[in-house]
Each structure stands twice: as C-alpha cells, then as structure tokens.
C-alpha cells in the first residue's frame, strides 16, 4: 500500500478508490472547464492599437507576464507527462495528472490565443525565458532542481530518491505554481481592476481558478507521500524546502520589481514582496512547514479573485458555463 513504490497497484484498475482526494481534484478540475476562445479580446485589440490607453511601462509588463507564463506552462505540462506520471502508479492520481496535463495545454492555448488576437511577435513573448534575466532565473531554478527525476534510470526506490521526487514536486507545485506564477497573478488582475486588458485578465482568472488546485493536489500529494514515507521527512530534508522557498521568494520579488516598476498601476513595488512573502507562508503551511514572514495580504481582492460565480459571467455576458458544482475551496 502507497501512493508510490506500490508494485501491487494495476494502473488500469479505478476501482475501488484509495484516495478519494485525487478523484475529487479531478471533479473539481472537469467542473471548471473553460476555454480562451470563449472571452472575447474585442476591447482588449482596441486598447492595444490605441496609443492612448496604456503606458509603456504597462506594455512592457503585459508581455513580461505573456512571456513568463508562455513557457512556464509547458514546463509544467512537460513535468507532469514525462517525470511525475511515470512514479505515481495510483490510477486515482494519474486520472488527475491527465487532467492537469489538459488544464496545461488549455494555458498553452490561452497564450497562443493572446499572441494571435494582439498580432504579437511570437519569438519575443516565447522567448523571453532565455532573453530576460528575472524570467530564465526563476525557470532555470525549477528545472535545475527537478531535472535529475528526468533521468531515465531513476527511480523512487530508497529514502534519498523519494526526497529527490518529492523535490520535483515542491519544484513544479509548490515553487512553480504556487509561488511563482503569483505576482504575475496580482499584476494582470490589478489592471485589470482598472478596466484595462480585461479579456486577458479574465483568462488570468480562470489559468488561476486551475493553478489553484494544481497546487492543492501537488500539496496533497506531497503530503501523502510524506504520511506513508515518514522516514524522509528529516529536519535536513524540511531545513532544505524551506530554504528553496526563501530563495523562490527572492527570485519572484526581483521579478516584481523589474516587471512591475514604482508607481505602475497604483501600486508600490514593495507591496509586491509582502504579497510573495504572504503566499510563500499558506504553501509552506500546505505541506506543515512553520511559517517564516508573518504578513498579512495586501491585496485582499486577489482571494476573491478566484471565486468566479455565474453572476459575474453573466455580466460580463460570457456564453458557456460548466461550473457545475465545486466542492474544493482553492486557496
Ligand atoms: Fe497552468
Ligand atoms: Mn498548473
């Protein structure tokens, strides 16, 4: 019995259901579903043609942000599909991963479709994980820590290789997703606040609704693994997480800062590093990591932001709705 090294586990084999968390993920995940095509970029093309919208400053964060998670999102998907679903065996899980993996792909998509309606230069926005610094440091971080899971041979047998797995997956979903996608998160839904890019903005919503149980179930996950290995769990190996959650948190304060100069959108870039340091906190709570900063959000709009009702989509008179239930709260 175990979420992973379980050679008794058929893959192919649902039922019955050993862990019922990774079935409702999926739920939750098939309830959310959305596309790019359904939010219309009619006002977005406008604001973008016209010179009189936004600054230079804005401009250049927007594509920041394209840029940024243009390519984190394939190295996401490429995490899952090459290196995760190859350990987790648990049929109940890997229904989840295919998921996740979709969800990616749909993100993928959201910003082929974003460079597609603003007529942007693809080579710019998809390479700007090699060209810009404070965007190929926090990808280089992840994949540097992760890339020995890729390893053909390797395996998650013995105590040093489980904390290498588990590693990936503080990476990818703690790292990745639950910190550094965030301020990117803030900046894109602060504008849109201000009624500028709001298609965009509202694809920002919804990569966030996914990205928040991505993180859920990479925690969950991490969490089981953790319970059925306890052996693993060492005050060197949580000295050793913590410490990758400090420098992550460096690295996406740099990237707020160089994304986000003073004054932009109202808001001060120091506020930026309360709000890294505040998430950094609840992931580090997510796994039983005591926290390290102590500060309370500074943008207590953002956790609504997620909470995406059929009123709203009413207003904002968007066609389909699949939300048909959501049992998880995604925080
Ligand atoms: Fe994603
Ligand atoms: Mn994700």
Redesign the pocket.
């Known amino acids: 019995m175990g979420i992973i090294n379980n050679s008794k586990t058929d893959p192919n084999k649902i039922l019955p259901i050993t862990y019922k968390w990774a079935r409702e993920y999926y739920q939750a995940g098939v309830a959310n579903n959305w596309t790019p095509e359904e939010v219309s970029m009619q006002k977005d093309i406008e604001q973008w043609k016209s010179r009189h919208v936004l600054s230079e400053a804005e401009r250049r964060m927007i594509l920041w942000n394209l840029g940024f998670f243009s390519t984190a999102?394939s190295l996401?998907?490429n995490n899952?599909v090459l290196a995760v679903y190859n350990h987790i065996t648990n049929p109940e899980s890997r229904q989840y991963l295919l998921r996740?993996a979709y969800?990616?792909a749909v993100?993928t998509d959201t910003f082929i479709y974003c460079c597609d309606s603003l007529s942007l230069d693809p080579d710019e926005i998809f390479n700007m994980y090699k060209t810009i610094p404070s965007i190929d440091d926090k990808d280089a971080f992840v994949v540097d820590l992760t890339k020995s899971v890729f390893d053909p041979t390797f395996s998650t047998e013995g105590t040093e290789n489980i904390q290498r797995f588990v590693l990936d997956l503080v990476g990818?979903?703690v790292l990745?997703?639950g910190i550094f996608?965030y301020a990117g998160f803030a900046m894109m839904l602060a504008l849109k606040r201000q009624n500028k890019m709001i298609g965009i903005g509202e694809q920002f919503e919804y990569?966030m609704r996914?990205?928040s149980?991505?993180?859920a179930f990479g925690c969950d996950l991490i969490n089981t693994i953790k319970r059925e290995n306890p052996e693993i769990w060492t005050s060197s190996f949580q000295d050793e997480i913590v410490g990758l959650v400090e420098h992550s948190v460096e690295l996406e304060k740099t990237y707020a800062f160089d994304a986000c100069p003073e004054g932009l959108l109202g808001i001060n870039p120091a506020q930026f590093a309360v709000y890294v340091e505040h998430i950094a906190d609840r992931r580090l709570e997510r796994i039983d990591l005591a926290k390290r900063y102590h500060r309370d959000n500074p943008f207590p709009w953002m956790s609504q932001a997620t909470d995406l009702s059929k009123e709203k989509n009413f207003f904002e008179t968007r066609v389909t709705e699949y939300q048909t239930g959501g049992a998880l709260t995604w925080d």
């Open positions: 999102e996401t998907a899952i996740q969800e990616e993100h990818f979903y990745m997703e996608f990569i996914d990205e149980l991505h993180l």
